[in-house]
Every structure is written in structure tokens, then in C-alpha cells.
Nanobody, 115 residues
Framework: QVPLVESGGGLVQAGGSLRLSCAASGTIFSINVMGWYRQAPGKQRELVATITRGGDANYAESLKDRFTISRQNAKSTVYLQMNNLKPEDTAVYYC?????????WGQGTQVTVSS
């Protein structure tokens, strides 16, 4: 039981697109930053993208041309639009939300890109 609910993962062919969503399911005060991280088998968890409450986005350099992060503050929801997916994008994608005194993680959603 976590305060973040993720959706949108699945299986897609290379070159296709997916849109991930993550919403805070409870009342969380002052979420400063929401973001996405991913972890592939045998690798460490890595940054995909983050976005501040004011809309400033930060991306992993290798992903910035294909992925877009967005946020709806009124719904405490963050999205990740993933375009031109590649097999190396296959990973478990985790939603994150942090602010004063907290750092929450979602359960993760599997993204699998076939060749």
C-alpha cells in the first residue's frame, strides 16, 4: 500500500509509444517534485525525468528527445509520454514524489519493448 498509483505500462513494438500516469492517491502536502525512474534487469535504478511544481523539467540526456514529462498539480498527477521506444527502454518504471519530510515511490510498472 503506497500513496502513488501508476498505470500505462505494457508491451509495445519498437518505434511505438506509451503514456505512463501516476497519481497521488491520498492527501500529500506540498509535493515539490514528481518524476519517473527506471530499473532494467541487472542494472541500478536511474533517472528518467523529473518535474517541479512550477513545471521545470529535467531529463536524462539520452532520453530528452523521445520522452516528455508533464504534471497536473490539481490532481497531483505526473505523466510520461514515451515515443519512438527502443528495446533498451525495457525496464520497470517507478513513479516518485518528494517534498518536505517525505519521499514516496510507486510500486512500479513494467514497460517491455519488442524488436
Amino acid at each position: 500500500q503506497v500513496p502513488l498509483v501508476e498505470s500505462g505500462g505494457g508491451l509495445v513494438q519498437a518505434g511505438g509509444s506509451l503514456r505512463l500516469s501516476c497519481a497521488a492517491s491520498g492527501t500529500i502536502f506540498s509535493i515539490n517534485v514528481m518524476g519517473w525512474y527506471r530499473q532494467a534487469p541487472g542494472k541500478q535504478r536511474e533517472l528518467v525525468a523529473t518535474i517541479t511544481r512550477g513545471g521545470d523539467a529535467n531529463y536524462a540526456e539520452s532520453l530528452k528527445d523521445r520522452f516528455t514529462i508533464s504534471r497536473q498539480n490539481a490532481k497531483s498527477t505526473v505523466y510520461l509520454q514515451m515515443n519512438n521506444l527502443k528495446p533498451e527502454d525495457t525496464a520497470v518504471y517507478y513513479c516518485n514524489a518528494y517534498g518536505p519530510g517525505f519521499d514516496y515511490w510507486g510500486q512500479g510498472t513494467q514497460v517491455t519493448v519488442s524488436s
